[in-house]
């Protein structure tokens, strides 16, 4: 049995209302990697046995493991690249950059520094695109089970519309059914049915993509099969897929008439989702993954979190490296915050952290096991440094409550902010200079 002694904050969702659960002088109780009891301090001591060795952060919020439910391992190399919008970006920096995932070493050692500014960052859980190669999904799920982590991922699928050396065609479907029989449900793992988007897929392509999802039906949370892919990013997107596909209703049809949709299915962005595409969206129980970096940084647009709420919508944030630039969900929040409010939405602090935590989970259907701290979930967390900067540690002593403390870490937070991370209760990351205190 591990106790660790702080402050300590999660999101919780009940009855379809975010809620939280925060102890000021707080004690969780950690065995086997699970969750056994969280509370007060003054409550819970009294249950333990005397002399457990208590690990105590002073000066600290321990909280939940980010969950970032999309983004690209193999553009590690190409974030903060200068593009004049998606598909130039794409042609000029990702494609070409994804093709050297064709050799495994490299896939390998570019793996390693993605999983390491992750953790940096304070994230435990991501959901990624790998490239076409079977190569770079092996690099990305050998990692991730080095470093003990619950992560999802996919071989991308393209056979059309990219360089030679990234399409698929006639291999897509042999190639991913191995490799969802070699990593989904190995430990940690899950596997996402990967096509990029519809222009890149022909309609064959996406059949085998449906046939593939239905032979691997929905499972219990946390060991569903996923699905991933990107939705109305930008309006040059939006136009060409009308070209490609001109019998559909919209963009989300595509995918919806051939059977890719459903509550496994997670889409990137849908920054210029019409009403009838949410509508849809809703009805299927597809979920979305919210990029605001990236969509200011290509200038794709202003994602409207009002549609969220009237449309009944599952849905987190995400860092969509490298079309994002940042790896800290820190600053995707600040970024969410800022888009929200140019469409007239508040958004609460509160609601921010649950985008980034228990949202996170529910969009990749993992809530059972991680996203916040409740009982009998994986000990997944992180410590935050409330002195570690001198303007943070000035501005937070300065905080009235929560919400405030909250909206100023969400604010001026990154990674420096991040002192220790856990996985199912082993210590995975240190910051030189932490606030621990064994005892
Ligand atoms: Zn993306």
């Given at each position: 049995m591990k106790l660790y002694r702080s402050a300590i904050f999660y999101c919780t969702k009940k009855s379809g209302v975010v809620d939280h659960s925060y102890f000021e002088d707080g004690l969780m109780l950690v065995d086997n990697g699970r969750v056994v009891d969280i509370g007060d301090y003054s409550r819970l001591i009294e249950?333990?046995?005397?002399?457990?060795?208590?690990?105590?952060?002073?000066?600290?919020?321990?909280?939940?493991?980010?969950v970032d439910s999309h983004l690209h391992y193999p553009q590690y190399n190409v974030i903060a690249s200068y593009g004049q919008n998606l598909l130039e970006w794409l042609?000029?920096?990702?494609?070409?950059?994804?093709?050297?995932?064709?050799n495994g070493e490299y896939a390998y050692e570019v793996g390693n520094l993605f999983f390491d500014e992750l953790i940096r960052n304070g994230t435990t859980t991501a959901m990624a695109f790998c490239t076409t190669h079977k190569l770079s999904v092996d690099a990305f799920f050998?990692?991730?089970?080095?470093?003990?982590?619950?992560?999802?991922?996919?071989?991308?699928?393209?056979?059309?519309?990219?360089?030679?050396?990234?399409?698929?065609?006639?291999?897509?479907?042999?190639?991913?059914?191995?490799?969802?029989?070699?990593?989904?449900?190995?430990?940690?793992?899950?596997?996402?049915?990967?096509?990029?988007?519809?222009?890149?897929?022909t309609t064959n392509q996406l059949d085998e993509a449906a046939k593939l999802l239905a032979e691997y039906p929905n499972s219990s949370n946390c060991k569903g099969v996923m699905m991933q892919s990107h939705l109305n990013?930008?309006?040059?997107?939006?136009?060409?897929?009308?070209?490609?596909?001109?019998?559909?209703?919209?963009?989300?049809?595509?995918?919806?008439?051939?059977?890719?949709?459903?509550?496994?299915?997670?889409?990137?962005?849908?920054?210029?989702?019409?009403?009838?595409?949410?509508?849809?969206?809703?009805?299927?129980?597809?979920?979305?993954?919210?990029?605001?970096?990236?969509?200011?940084?290509?200038?794709?647009?202003?994602?409207?979190?009002?549609?969220?709420?009237?449309?009944?919508?599952?849905?987190?944030?995400?860092s969509d490296i490298g079309g994002g630039d940042s790896f800290s969900m820190f600053n995707v929040m600040n970024q969410a915050y800022k888009v929200a409010k140019l469409n007239g939405y508040d958004m609460s602090p509160f609601e921010a952290f649950y985008l980034t935590t228990l949202g996170g989970a529910k969009v990749l259907n993992m809530d059972d096991c991680i996203g916040s701290l409740e009982k009998n979930k994986e000990a997944d967390f992180i410590v935050l440094d409330l002195k570690a900067t001198p303007l943070i540690s000035n501005r937070i002593d300065r905080v009235k409550n929560l919400e405030q403390l909250l909206f100023c870490l969400m604010t001026l937070g990154d990674d420096r902010?991040?002192?220790?991370?856990?996985?199912?209760?082993?210590?995975?990351?240190?910051?030189?200079?932490?606030?621990?205190d064994y005892g």
């Open positions: 249950s333990v046995d005397v002399g457990a060795p208590i690990t105590q952060f002073k000066d600290s919020i321990l909280m939940p493991g980010f042609n000029t920096f990702t494609f070409p950059e994804e093709e050297r995932f064709s050998s990692i991730s089970k080095e470093r003990k982590m619950r992560m999802a991922g996919g071989k991308v699928l393209m056979d059309r519309n990219a360089p030679v050396g990234l399409l698929d065609i006639d291999s897509a479907y042999k190639d991913s059914k191995e490799m969802i029989e070699k990593w989904h449900n190995n430990g940690r793992l899950s596997y996402a049915i990967t096509p990029r988007f519809a222009p890149t897929s990013e930008s309006s040059e997107e939006i136009g060409w897929v009308k070209k490609l596909y001109p019998d559909y209703r919209n963009y989300f049809d595509v995918y919806d008439s051939h059977k890719l949709t459903g509550t496994n299915s997670v889409f990137a962005h849908c920054v210029h989702n019409t009403d009838d595409e949410y509508m849809r969206m809703s009805d299927t129980g597809s979920s979305v993954s919210i990029c605001p970096n990236s969509n200011l940084f290509l200038g794709s647009g202003l994602f409207r979190f009002d549609k969220l709420h009237k449309y009944n919508i599952k849905a987190s944030l995400s902010l991040v002192s220790e991370v856990y996985t199912m209760g082993e210590c995975i990351y240190k910051k030189n200079g932490g606030t621990e």
